[in-house]
């Protein structure tokens, strides 16, 4: 999830007036218990907001809007991730009846990239940028709020974009399908653990999107988790054959190594800034989703 506490205002302050005009009440506005249809109207502002924040998609325009939504909505990102997997494993399926698997894929990534408008890729670079020149905790926050991009960030945006488009066109087109669905779900799901795994680690009184400096409760990240089992079962009853094509050994091997790149960042953002920041979570998406397709294209010899 890119700059997810860094993001530029133009987009944070334009979100109290991109909302649904007949949904101006407050998810937490009511004091009596919300019956059945009003939490389903809640649920639904807050994923307007989340796939806002996350994506450069429109969405109906708000006569009101409180920031506390921001920070509730962060349990709808894993759906956003899933509506980003399917539309770009859609520009997949399509770019592969006309090019080769490869150019099929850097179309689709350009797609994904654009679509999200490179908000998880630029916390990545940043990141990179501040972790790989910053001595200090200070120093190393300093460099990942300059909008400038360093060797750091060029070296790790590029690596990241080479090594998940080649794991992605050394897959069958089907497989390549079903993990961008899963992938992109499950890394959304992955980042936002931090939320519940750390505090916050950057100024949260230079905080762009300061309800986003609040941490994720367990209830919302199992709350999240949901979107995940929605994307499980989508692959299985639209790609069944692909399901059992990939084998229990890779998705085994998938999670494993999504779980060690999620731990991994989480060690160093509690190591270097003593908890995670926008551009940290941003990282730890970019790291999981690529470790979700090594998983998926390994090639197991001992199984």
Request: proline content about 5%.
């Amino acid at each position: 999830m890119s700059k997810l506490l860094n993001k530029p205002p133009s987009q944070s302050e334009n979100q109290s007036a991109n909302a649904p005009s007949d949904l101006s009440a407050s998810p937490q506005q009511s004091v009596a218990t919300p019956s059945i249809g009003q939490c389903i109207k809640q649920e639904g502002i807050l994923l307007l907001v989340a796939v806002q924040f996350l994506t450069r998609l429109p969405v109906p325009a708000f006569k009101t809007y409180d920031p506390q939504w921001l920070h509730q909505s962060s349990r709808h990102f894993p759906a956003v991730g899933l509506l980003v997997g399917l539309l770009c494993a859609g520009v997949f399926w399509l770019a592969s009846f006309l090019f080769t698997p490869l150019v099929a894929v850097v179309i689709s990534t350009v797609f994904g990239v654009r679509l999200t408008g490179a908000f998880h890729e630029d916390g990545l670079a940043d990141s990179c940028d501040g972790l790989g020149g910053g001595l200090t905790r200070e120093r190393t926050l300093t460099i990942m709020k300059d909008s400038r991009l360093g060797t750091y960030g060029v070296l790790g945006l590029v690596s990241a974009l080479l090594i998940k488009i080649s794991l992605l066109a050394s897959m069958p087109s089907s497989v390549a399908i079903v993990a961008l669905i899963i992938a992109h779900t499950a890394s959304r799901l992955l980042c936002i653990s931090l939320l519940a795994l750390l505090p916050y680690g950057g100024e949260v009184e230079h905080a762009k999107a300061k309800p986003m400096a609040q941490q994720l409760t367990p209830l919302q990240g199992f709350f999240s988790s949901g979107w995940l089992l929605v994307a499980g079962a989508l692959v299985v009853f639209l790609f069944p054959s692909t399901v059992q094509q990939i084998g229990l050994s890779q998705w085994i091997v998938a999670l494993i190594l999504a779980l060690l790149a999620t731990d991994y960042m989480r060690r160093l953002l509690r190591r270097r800034l003593d908890g995670y920041t926008g551009d940290g979570l941003g990282a730890t998406q970019q790291v999981s989703e690529i470790a979700i397709y090594a998983g998926l294209a390994a090639s197991i010899p001992f199984v």
